[in-house]
């Protein structure tokens, strides 16, 4: 037995009894309590983007720190994000059946079964997101490689609607719908881990950020309801050409370099 973990007492007698010391008292190991479940409720109504800004304060976490800057919501950032994301998300497919039938010809068949395949596929990239990003790329990263993708795709989903010819059309914007499915499925499984390890309950201005959520659900909110009445009228009423610009004006917002590229 090794004494020196024990406290030696001398009794009458003469004789050494080993005496355990008592026991200290341990720290109950820190949960993210509220904190998490707030953020996996605002996560599974549509939270997929979100900033993050630059900290003098390193996060603590199971007794390491990430580095000389650590990387904090920033509530403002955050709204503008989610604004910008929804608004995006449903003015592009609030109406992409419409837009196969009237504008490519497709019959009402044939397009909901191209619609509901690219959803089928933009559900099961995430789990190829989650694998590069456990393995190599890590999860900031590869949020914004995916992120960076998910704006190219918008990008080459304004030029398949505006300056592509007709007959090349189907094949550029099914691409980029595809690139915008890629990028999703970089973004949904690293969110909602990335942002839990940044909540620490032993710190009290870290519980502060749990009124992030508020403002994101808000955003979430805003920005769908304004992509509905906003976007789609205008693609119904005036043309795609003039609203899928406006969708990727809404994620180069998203990832203004002063705003996402400040974690780096």
């Known amino acids: 037995m090794d004494r020196s973990c024990v406290a030696p007492v001398t009794v009458d007698n003469g004789l050494i009894v080993d005496v355990a010391p008592p026991a200290t008292k341990t720290k109950k190991p820190s949960k993210a309590g509220w904190s998490s479940a707030i953020f996996i409720i605002c996560k599974s109504i549509g939270l997929s983007f979100f900033v993050v800004n630059r900290s003098r304060v390193a996060y603590r976490r199971s007794g390491w720190i990430e580095g000389v800057y650590g990387f904090n919501f920033c509530v403002f950032d955050g709204e503008v994000v989610e604004v910008a994301e929804r608004f995006a998300h449903y003015g592009l497919v609030g109406n992409l059946i419409a837009y196969l039938i009237k504008e490519l010809g497709q019959p009402m068949a044939t397009a909901a079964q191209n619609v509901n395949i690219w959803v089928v596929v933009s559900s099961i990239f995430p789990v190829v997101g989650a694998f590069i990003a456990d393995s190599y790329l890590g999860r900031f990263r590869t949020i914004l490689i995916s992120s960076v993708m998910y704006f190219l795709g918008m990008i080459l989903m304004t030029f398949s609607v505006s300056i592509v010819p007709r007959h090349n059309r189907k094949a550029v914007l099914f ?81 203004a370099p002063g705003r996402f590229l400040d974690g780096l």
């Open 175 to 255: 691409t980029a719908l595809y690139i915008l499915a890629v990028g999703e499925g970089g973004t949904k499984p690293c969110v909602q881990t990335f942002a839990a390890d940044r909540f620490d309950e032993d710190l009290p201005e870290e519980m502060a950020k749990s009124s992030l959520f508020n403002w994101c659900f808000m955003g979430i909110v805003v920005g769908a309801t304004a992509g509905i009445f906003f976007v789609i009228y205008l693609k119904d009423n005036v043309g795609w050409t003039e609203g899928a610009p406006v969708l990727a004006a809404a994620v180069a917002i998203a990832l």
